[in-house]
């Protein structure tokens, strides 16, 4: 069985990572598995990217230049939106012309491929939602507006107050291309995407399932705490409360306005470390020292920097499946998080972590010093490793896959 991934890019962002690993846990599966991606940054030869230099700017040029309907709408909030509408990318050519036997999409918006272009895929298709654009009118998070279950338009995130905008007619290019879809299965990533998949308009009628996204259990495990803080010059004897993502400070979505709103009503003497963000010119403020660590490049600097903490907080007020959450996780490290979208998936009240009130500030404050100071932290330690190692694992999740993989191929999906 031949495995075609598509993907944006191979490993720079969380769904390139999450898409990376599933590729190479196919690999380890004995499945002859290649990725196609539009940015190619590893050397992996199992990936294929543009070959000529021309072919390579392009790659890099095609986002900036799929936004520019979106620029016209001067308000618009900071959610990503992707209209889908950039020709000639020649990927569905490239992806018949490597003959595989089923195609498995995972993030291809950035002007990867025109919308109309997936109807001319000849193979059946699986895609993996690794956000909501697939069945909105153009958003990458709908910022809690639920118009892609009947109509978009006048849209929330484009600002717009026209029935008729970007996003109802972005909406209507996907229906009229999805409908030319004959093999198609849809995988929500988390509980919560697969919800609001066959809840959607387009996607109400096709097969969705809930499938994760696996990890490596063995490259993301448990460290010595010690020697980690040694290695990140962190302080050997205080509190760490870890925050981190793509954006970190600069996304509303990611939840650090009511981090730094929770950190407020906790002890001075804890620390914060932060990220996928460099420090600011203009300082917080927080009443914690705070460490920024810029952006990390690989997993074993992500591992040790896990272990050095004594919880993750993953404040995001919209959230599918966090490979944060499942990485802190596998580490043994415990997490706190509002009980929204895919969190309730990975963090078991009480027993990985803490869950709290939806947007609730003094729950998350709460909850965060639940887990710092907590009578039995190695309890906490050996649920959150255990919860990753049962459910999360590249090998659990990759026969998981396989299995669909073949249903789909000889047509037996239900």
Not at 330 to 339: E, K
Not at 342 to 370: C, R, S, V
Request: proline share 5%; aromatic share 8%.
């Amino acid at each position: 069985m031949k495995i075609l991934i598509v993907n944006t890019s191979d490993i720079q962002g969380g769904a390139a990572r999450a898409a990376y690993r599933l590729h190479k846990a196919l690999l380890a599966e004995g499945v002859d598995s290649q990725m196609l991606v539009q940015s190619k940054a590893s050397d992996d030869f199992t990936v294929i990217g543009p070959q000529t230099k021309i072919q390579k700017a392009l790659g890099k040029i095609r986002p900036t230049l799929d936004s520019l309907p979106v620029l016209r709408y001067k308000g618009r909030t900071k959610t990503l939106f992707s209209p889908g509408w950039l020709p000639f990318s020649g990927l569905a050519d490239k992806i018949n012309s490597l003959n595989p036997d089923l195609v498995h999409l995972h993030w291809i918006a950035g002007g990867m491929m025109r919308i109309e272009d997936l109807a001319k895929i000849k193979a059946p298709i699986v895609w993996s939602l690794h956000d909501m654009w697939a069945f909105t009118g153009g958003c990458h998070y709908d910022e809690e507006c639920a118009a892609y279950q009947n109509q978009c338009g006048q849209c929330p995130v484009l600002r717009s107050d026209k029935k008729f905008d970007l996003s109802s007619k972005v909406l209507l290019r996907k229906q009229a291309s999805f409908a030319r879809l004959p093999n198609l299965t849809i995988v929500g990533l988390s509980k919560w995407m697969a919800e609001c998949a066959s809840s959607s308009s387009l996607f109400k009628d096709t097969p969705v399932v809930n499938l994760p996204n696996p990890i490596d259990t063995q490259t993301f495990a448990p460290f010595d705490q010690f020697v980690a803080r040694q290695l990140l010059n962190l302080p050997l004897d205080r509190k760490l409360i870890l925050f981190g993502a793509m954006g970190a400070t600069s996304d509303p979505r990611k939840g650090f306005k009511e981090l730094a709103q929770a950190l407020e009503l906790l002890s001075p003497d804890y620390e914060l470390v932060v990220f996928g963000s460099s420090e600011p010119k203009t300082p917080q403020g927080f009443k914690q020292k705070a460490h920024y660590l810029g952006h990390l490049h690989d997993d074993i600097s992500l591992r040790v920097l896990y272990s050095a903490a004594d919880v993750m907080v993953v404040p995001s007020l919209q959230e599918n499946l966090s490979n944060a959450i499942m990485e802190s996780l596998a580490c043994g490290t415990p997490v706190v998080g509002f009980a929204i979208g895919g969190n309730e998936d990975l963090i078991e009240h009480h027993q990985t972590g803490y869950l709290a009130k939806p947007f609730d500030i003094e729950d998350l404050a709460f909850g965060i010093n639940w887990i710092l100071n907590h009578d039995n932290p190695s309890a906490l330690t050996d649920a959150a490793r255990e919860k990753v190692l049962c459910e999360f694992d590249s090998e659990v999740v990759a026969k998981k896959y396989i299995k669909l993989y073949s249903q789909m191929v000889t047509n037996d999906i239900s």
